[in-house]
């Protein structure tokens, strides 16, 4: 069965670095989103990516984060400066398409710990 | 601010048993409303899904009900079995403005299921 692919599983960075974290969504869908969640907090939802571009971001995602698709499978979340607080668990998801793009496969995780 | 919430933190549930998770909802935009089981160190997985337009989806084992009026849903699993102990979250979505259906989650129920 086809699913969301993370890399790495856990990184750890020191504040001021910049990090990179990876996915592989599922070759056939056109939705991509990244979502975190912090120790002991929800699920919440930072940027969905369509078509090249951003098509809804959250507050969180402020101009530390940036999202790329820089070729046909891969899809980043880069934070250029890290802040402790943005230690958490980050998720990768997409989705097939617009009718159901409400049903999104979310991916393992990564874990990112800023020291 | 919770606009999704799942107010009971953990549920028991004796083997064979139904097990009712409850989550309301806050936002009467919501069009789209969504369960997900987690398991530790995986990704939200992606389990059943209802239209606002609908009060009853139903696939196996699983089925979840939605009351519009008092903004509430329920899943219920029937009968539960020891693997469907994980943490079980509610996440409701709306379709508005061209955004892309990001999800908004719920803080999750810990489903325990005792053989």
């Known amino acids: 069965e086809p699913e969301v692919t993370q890399t790495p599983s856990h990184q750890v960075t020191q504040m001021g670095q910049e990090v990179i974290l990876r996915c592989v969504p599922i070759?056939?869908?056109?939705?991509f989103y990244w979502y975190r969640q912090i120790l002991g907090q929800k699920v919440e939802f930072l940027v969905s990516?369509?078509?090249?571009?951003?098509?809804?971001k959250s507050e969180i995602f402020d101009d530390q984060f940036s999202v790329e698709r820089p070729d046909g499978s891969n899809f980043t979340l880069k934070i250029r400066s890290t802040k402790l607080e943005d230690s958490a668990m980050y998720f990768c998801?997409?989705?097939?398409?617009?009718?159901?793009?409400?049903?999104?496969?979310f991916g393992p995780g990564t874990r990112l710990t800023v020291t | 601010d919770q606009q999704v919430k799942q107010n009971s933190p953990s549920l028991s549930v004796q083997e064979g048993r139904i097990s009712i998770l409850n989550c309301d909802y806050t936002?009467?935009?919501?069009?789209?409303f969504l369960w997900y089981k987690k398991y530790p160190a995986e990704g939200p997985t992606f389990l059943i899904s209802?239209?606002?337009?609908?009060d009853k989806n139903e696939d196996g084992r699983f089925t979840v009900f939605l009351n519009k009026s008092a903004k509430h849903l329920s899943l219920h699993i029937v009968p539960s079995q020891p693997g469907d102990s994980a943490v079980y979250f509610c996440?409701?979505?709306?379709?508005?403005?061209?955004?892309?259906?990001?999800?908004?989650f719920g803080k999750g129920t810990k489903l325990s299921v005792k053989p």
């Open positions: 998801a997409s989705s097939e398409a617009w009718t159901t793009a409400y049903e999104q496969y």
């Open positions: 070759s056939n869908h056109l939705y």
């Open positions: 990516f369509y078509n090249n571009e951003i098509s809804e």
């Open positions: 936002n009467s935009m919501f069009d789209y």
């Open positions: 209802i239209s606002s337009i609908k």
């Open positions: 996440a409701a979505s709306r379709n508005y403005g061209g955004s892309q259906g990001n999800l908004i």
